[in-house]
């Protein structure tokens, strides 16, 4: 059995290799805390995710920038490939879901992975689209997944434009779908002009906003 | 139909004591003459006409450029996918020349005169001379063309972990900037030739401070020195998106006597005119999107502050777009950037 202190300290380790960008360190701690005996998902939830949580909070910061996130985020990886198969089913039952993409015309996807990098963090299942995805793939996958969020990124002005068009076909579909967006010339204001339930302004602040959204509108509904 | 030297001096005559407006349009361009936006760049005399049409509708001193931001990547032999649905602005990149390390290292400079794009966007300076019209070479800098040849989070991986590797790639796209910018200098001459040189991946939104001062400043640099030096007439650096944090570097850059610098709605202009203002002509900033969705009032309101704040510009000042003119803004908040500059744009 595993001390509390060894634990602690692997935790840490982990969370500390995330923040550090050390891939090999991340490995190497994922594969002590199998072979020490740790649950998988506490070491992901409590080590590898805190860690991603103190990534998006440098970037909001502005003292990390994408090139730190890309290699954080390839830590983050390192450690979810060894750790994620000895997670128990039941957990994903529970989990929150997103359907994320760059949404048709538009192969810019820096800032959609990003964004889906953060909410596997912190634990999401994410359904990544890709980029240049067509507009009814959207509607599709929200109806096969019942997603919790869909997320649509467009880094062109023509490109931003189809988004008002998911949205309304998304919700045609799904009138309980809540939607965030988000993307270099979209604002909080052209967001809630096109519809959108959420948005936001980086990656860092994306989980936030996802949780504020979804609160939001549960709220709506009870009353 | 405006065409021709005589005009085009008449105008200039004519708004000499006036801000002036640029409008920073392509696809928007092809909205007005008709055509596909794949027109304005797989056809450089509509690419042209469409050009010329629209600054005389819009009555706006502009200078018809072929851009193709992807350039850098169809140059290296890469491979482009030109836009063909009605949600595409530009050309945009299907494979990337350079994948690996090993491919920075077996990478050779493309023919300046025949690579990719250059044989279209020399077909169109031509026009461009040949009408009386400037002719502008139109780039993306060292750092956003690299990006653009090896994926922009390929370079941004390299420049914290293979250093050297990035510095390689970098130097090797810069020399073959200016390999094309010598191009257009041996066609056209000394002194016929203006640089636009467009800078997005450099905003702070992607790469620090300290990440610009190592991999993107040396070069621009490096590039504008060159291209000036060659005989360059003059630089249009476009400082695209939120770049608060480089200006200070930007400041020590050459742009030729006078450059012009264009900024996006992130840079206030009196910041602009503080670093640049005594060296070069100021351009910007009105917000693509207000442009795109917002009223015309909106519009109208955001280029009265824009010129308002630009007038104090010592070397003068262009209204224009944050960075390119959405294709699908609507043709009347379009026009209300000219109405604000015909109401308040005029020197006292």
Redesign the interface.
Known sequence: MTSIERTRELLKGLSDGVVAFDEEAVAKLSRDVLEEGIDAQNAIMNGLAIGMEKVAELYVKKEYFVPELLLCADALYAGLDILKPYTKVEEQDVKLRIVIGTVEGDIHDIGKNLVKIMFEAAGWIVYDLGYDVKLERFVEEQLNTKSDIVAISAMMSTSMLAIPKVIEMVKTKDSNAAIMVGGAPMTRNTAELYGADGYADNAGLAVREALSVIARLRSATQK | MTTGKDNQLQRSRQQANHVHLGLMSI?FCARIAGYP?VRMYDNPEKSFWAQVWTEEMYDCQGSPAYVVAASAAWDFGGDIKF?N??????P??ERYPVQSEEDVYRLELPDARTAGSIPFAMEFSKLCEHHHRPITLSITSPFTSTGNVCS??RL??W???KPEVAHKLIGLVTNHLLQVAQYWVDTFGIGHVNLAVGTPSES?????QK?FEEFAFPYIKELHEKALGMGIRRILCHIC?EQNLNLPYYAQIPMGNPGIVSFGHEVDLNTAIRYFGDSCVIAGNVE??VI??GTPQEVYELSKQCIEKGKQSPKGFVLMPGC?L????PPYNVYMLKKAVNDFGWYD
């Not at chain 2, 702070?204 to 620090?208: D, F, P």
């Not at chain 2, 959405?326 to 803004?329: K, L, R």
């Open positions: 696809g936006i836009p649905s009605e949600w595409q602005q530009a945009s990149v922009l989070d941004c991986r420049i914290l972990k702070n939104q992607v790469i620090s990440q998106g693509p999107q795109q969705n390119e959405p294709p699908m803004a």
